[in-house]
């Protein structure tokens, strides 16, 4: 069996600035990560290759710099690791973006059975949370989010149970395979690339799929398949702090003056 997860090359959100110009982010020199959450779905396939000797493909629709991402996931051990890449791809939203993974996934598919499908829960930067049940929805399998924890999986009955975590309180839920799963940060602790599997990842080499390979219409995929514009970007006004009275000297005083204020703003009710 033949389990996916699907990691994005984020830029690092402590460095983001916006073009006030052109209401885009400034990408020039700044970092870029593997998105958090995509971090605990990689572990999660990982460990799953460890329990079961399942093998694992890592799969991202990046610019060709987001190989670096997918080297990453090669040094952790995935056994294969996809780059969609191609300017035909670019300016996607989340319709289009799950359009040209899920088709990825159905190549895959092809050669090996797929049985799991990893996502982060969402992005720090799109933050949408939709490209997961995108792509189940587009492969027809069955889709669990907020998974926080893989309970049960049994390969020959086809089954899988899982914790989700939902506001509040936690769900079991039990589904047969294909599944795809997002997950939480809570799910795992992800694992750091030794030394040696990182050298050793330095040889092996990223597959680079174009629309060569996928030959998805064009009209469906990129900036011509995205019914969604970003019309405006920008980052929220901050007011100025404040510091009411002293609370080295006064605490109690500046305790009082405090409640003051935020009963003056109808902040706080009593
Ligand atoms: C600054 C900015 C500008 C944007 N401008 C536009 C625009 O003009 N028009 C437009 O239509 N859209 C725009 N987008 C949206 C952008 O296309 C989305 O980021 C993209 O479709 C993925 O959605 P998401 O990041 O919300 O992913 P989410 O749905 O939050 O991601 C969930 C999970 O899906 C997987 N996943 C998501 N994307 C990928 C990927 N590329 N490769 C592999 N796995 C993935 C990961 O496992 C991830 O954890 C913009 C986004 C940003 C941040």
């Not at 969604?228 to 920008?234: A, C, L």
Request: net charge negative.
């Amino acid at each position: 069996m033949l389990v996916v997860a699907c990691i994005k090359q984020v830029p690092d959100t402590t460095q983001v600035q916006i073009d006030p110009v052109t209401n885009t982010l400034v990408r020039e020199g700044i970092p870029f990560i593997v998105n958090p959450y995509d971090a605990h779905a990689l572990e999660e396939a990982l460990r799953l290759k460890d329990q079961f000797g399942f093998r694992v493909a890592a799969v991202s629709m990046g610019p060709p710099n987001a190989e670096a991402t997918l080297k990453k996931a090669l040094a952790l051990g995935v056994d294969e690791a996809i780059l969609l890449s191609d300017r035909v791809f670019g300016g996607a939203d989340t319709l289009a973006t799950s359009r040209v993974l899920s088709e990825a996934i159905e190549r895959l598919n092809q050669q090996e059975q797929v049985g799991i499908v990893i996502c982060g829960k969402q992005t720090i930067d799109g933050d949408t949370a939709q490209v997961g049940p995108g792509i189940a929805t587009r492969l027809g399998y069955t889709q669990l989010t907020l998974v926080d924890r893989i309970d049960k999986l049994d390969p020959f009955q086809g089954r899988i149970t899982v914790r989700r975590k939902l506001e509040g309180r936690h769900e079991t839920v039990e589904a047969p395979l294909p599944v795809l799963l997002t997950v939480v940060r809570e799910v795992n602790l992800p694992r750091y690339p030794t030394v040696p599997m990182r050298l050793e990842s330095e040889a092996a080499a990223v597959q680079v799929w174009t629309n060569q390979e996928l030959q998805l219409d064009q009209n469906g995929i990129g900036l011509k398949g995205s019914p969604t514009w970003v019309s405006r970007i920008f980052s929220p006004q901050r007011e100025k702090g404040e510091i009411v009275g002293d609370g080295a000297a006064d605490p109690a005083g500046a305790a009082h003056l405090l409640v003051d204020r935020l009963l003056s703003r109808d902040l706080l009710v009593v």
